[in-house]
């Protein structure tokens, strides 16, 4: 029996097709797709080949063919987070819940430090839930468009990956958050629009440089779709 292969963009179940012998391709119904190393038991045996030009990864002195394991392990962990995080955001608890499951599963799954959620009030991003931050900062911390980074991320409508806060002017700080315990150094914010208007943004801090694969990247454009959601939903009832 095949395995579920669920979309990292959109969460719904991909399509498979063998390219090659050592190669499959993943498709989904949203456009996205990617290209995954076909299983070992499954690959077609050429008997002139020998077991090293099978699996020429397996010998790669760079180490290679590890890092390979540990991203399908990290993948598969991103996939079984989204889908709890997609139960929660289409289930009867209150948005606040959801919104504190969300930072902290997110937080686990990438490794970071810190993550938190700010929604627009039509006018001021306000932090609603956090993971890592003193939680007597939730619905005190504000940023208007254009302020900090989270407000520039929303401002220039694109994510913003700053390696050194304390190298960047526009780093806001809130005493509230009692972030001076933590010396945050490097931010990723991503804004969540509804078409063109402003949404909110989800912030992911680190007291380390660290930089961010790009299926964390997916991973996180996923759950802020999934916040979108949640807060929709509830509007409507």
Known sequence: MESIVRCRKCGKQMKSARVDDYKIKLSCACGFSEYRTAPSASKAINPHFSRESLLPVTF??????FFELQRADRERKEIITLEEISM?????????????????????????????????????????????????????????????ITGSAVKEHKPLLVADISQDPRYRYFPETKEEQFKIKTMYSYPIFSGKD??????????????????EIYFISVITNLVLGAVKMRKRL
Do not use: H, M
Not at 60 to 65: A, C, E, P, Q
């Open 60 to 65: 790669d002195d760079s180490g290679r063919f």
């Open 88 to 148: 929660l955001a289409s289930s009867d608890y209150n948005l606040d819940e959801v919104l504190k499951a969300v930072v902290e599963k997110t937080a686990k799954r990438l490794g970071v430090d810190i993550c938190s959620i700010y929604l627009w009030d039509g006018e001021f991003l306000v932090l609603r839930a956090t993971y890592g931050l003193a939680q007597e900062a939730v619905g005190k911390a504000k940023l208007k468009i254009g302020e900090g």
């Open 198 to 215: 402003p949404f909110g943004v989800l912030n992911a801090q680190t007291i380390v440089a660290r930089e961010f694969k790009e299926d």
